[in-house]
């Protein structure tokens, strides 16, 4: 028996040796490695700040595509570990973007802010198995507070609108303005095109088929129909407050609301038509039309005439006021106290890490199953969103964050339709993106607040 302990120390020992000589050399490589140069830097000094503890971090390791890593790297269990973490890390969060904006000192997405501050404020970052062998890779309180206070800069100088409460300035969201600068006369036409059943093929439907203004923005079906009752593959996504989105459709193929809006009319399945030649060729035959169109587009009619006037009406599809407008604006009593504790709770599930900005989403691609695969079954194009657009591998089954604005208006949910209620929702996100499960009321409450975000639409007024 004492032979048997003798040997267990003695491997013990060995190990603690290899050990502290393995987590040595790390401490000499990260050393080496912040002590070098970066190869640019801001003209700011709160940025060089920024990026030199990202840096000393390693942050860069897991967030972004990094060659420079350290020999062992590549021994075995180390790797497979090494592996697991930069695979999770920058499917999760790149950190590309946050580091340009540094060095060029300018803004960091709205996203990227919040998810920095979840991990900042939570001390999840960097992971304890990372630290274990990187000791001098833990955030220090005065570097986790330099962060914070660099989100909160960004927030108030890029993000901040004039008319928010000093005290939810540094919120991860926004109100949506009471209006944005549009040409009436432009506006007037899109209203016009946007319900004129001759952008289809056979004159039967037009773009507020899919879209109705008098029902949150979509048709409520699971997935859209066409022309001849054709059944689409995906989810219509409300029209309201689409021109606060970064980039339009679920995957981001158009780049604006103008070239949105030449996408359905074209489609096989959806309008259409066969060119813009035989729409404008029936749109020609209406004097009244042809008059007014003129009038403002001396060129006649065409298709990037067309849209443009559909874009800018659609620019007027927004819905201030919505209670948690108010709240954001600083009324209190806007919110119920369930509500309240809904937005708390909101936040601290990471559910703002992803819906943050005016309209709490719109503004960055995300991957379905990002803790734990999503039950799919048998994949679409469809399901592979993003990288049908990107053709990078890092965007398979990523979709556009949808907004949350009037979300108790627009059910089904997700970007298939086959999610019927809020409370499934929740459920299902918290499950699949977050990896974790709240009691009922936690989800009730979060639903609470979710209906808070129904807002008012007031149509533009005629010219």
């Known amino acids: 028996m004492s032979k048997i302990i003798k040997l267990g120390a003695a491997a013990f020992a060995v190990a603690a040796v290899c050990y502290a000589g393995l987590v040595g050399y790390v401490w000499h490589h990260d050393a080496q490695r912040a002590s070098a140069a970066p190869p640019e830097e801001s003209a700011s000094e709160v940025n060089n700040r920024v990026l030199s503890i990202l840096r000393e971090k390693g942050c860069d390791y897991c967030h972004t595509v990094s060659s420079d890593l350290p020999f062992y790297s590549s021994f075995p269990v180390a790797k497979q570990l090494m592996d697991y973490d930069m695979s999770l890390g920058y499917k999760s969060f790149s950190l590309s973007a946050v580091k340009e904006s540094l060095l060029k000192d300018g803004p960091a997405p709205q996203d990227d802010l919040a998810k920095l501050e979840w991990v900042m404020t939570h001390e999840t970052m960097p ?96 997935t859209s129909s066409g022309v001849r009752n054709q059944t689409g593959p995906i989810n219509a996504p409300t029209v309201f407050n689409a021109v606060f989105n970064i980039e339009q459709f679920w995957d981001g193929r158009a780049a604006t609301l103008q070239a949105q809006a030449g996408g359905p009319p074209l489609n096989p399945i959806e309008m259409a038509s066969d060119s813009w030649e035989q729409i404008i060729g029936k749109l020609s035959q209406d004097p009244v039309l042809t008059k007014d169109f003129t009038a403002v587009y001396p060129q006649g009619f065409s298709g990037e005439a067309i ?157």
């Not at 109100?175 to 506006?187: E, G, M, R, T, Y």
């Not at 004159?203 to 109705?212: K, P, T, V, Y």
């Not at 800018?312 to 209190?332: H, S, V």
């Not at 994949?379 to 964050?401: F, S, W």
């Open 127 to 222: 992971p304890t198995r990372y630290i274990a062998l990187h000791w001098a890779g833990k955030i220090s309180p005065q570097e986790r507070a330099d962060m914070l206070e660099w989100i909160k800069g960004q927030r108030l100088k890029y993000y901040t609108t004039p008319d928010m409460a000093e005290k939810r300035r540094n919120e991860p969201v926004q109100p949506i303005p009471h209006s944005l600068p549009v040409n009436a006369q432009k506006v007037a036409l899109g209203l016009r095109l946007y319900h004129d059943p001759r952008l289809s093929g056979d004159n039967s439907i037009s773009c507020a088929h899919c879209h109705q203004l008098g029902a949150g923005g979509v048709d409520g079906k699971k």
């Open 307 to 463: 849209t443009d006037a559909i874009a800018e009406f659609e620019k007027t599809l927004i819905t201030p006021d919505a209670p948690f407008d108010k709240y954001l604006r600083g009324d209190d009593s806007a919110l119920t106290a369930q509500q309240k504790r809904g937005w708390q709770l909101f936040k601290e599930n990471k559910c703002a890490t992803c819906h943050s900005g005016m309209i709490l989403g719109g503004k960055s691609f995300e991957p379905l199953g990002l803790k734990k695969d999503f039950a799919f079954g048998a994949l679409t194009d469809t399901d592979i969103g993003r990288m049908n657009v990107t053709k990078a591998e890092r965007d398979r089954l990523r979709q556009k964050v949808p907004t949350l604005r009037n979300v108790a208006l627009t059910a089904p949910y997700f970007h298939r339709g086959d999610v019927q209620t809020l409370d499934e929702a929740v459920k299902l996100m918290l499950r699949y993106q977050v990896g974790a499960s709240l009691p009922q009321q936690d989800v009730d409450d979060i639903v609470a607040f979710l209906h808070t975000l129904n807002g008012v639409y007031t149509p533009y007024p005629a010219p």
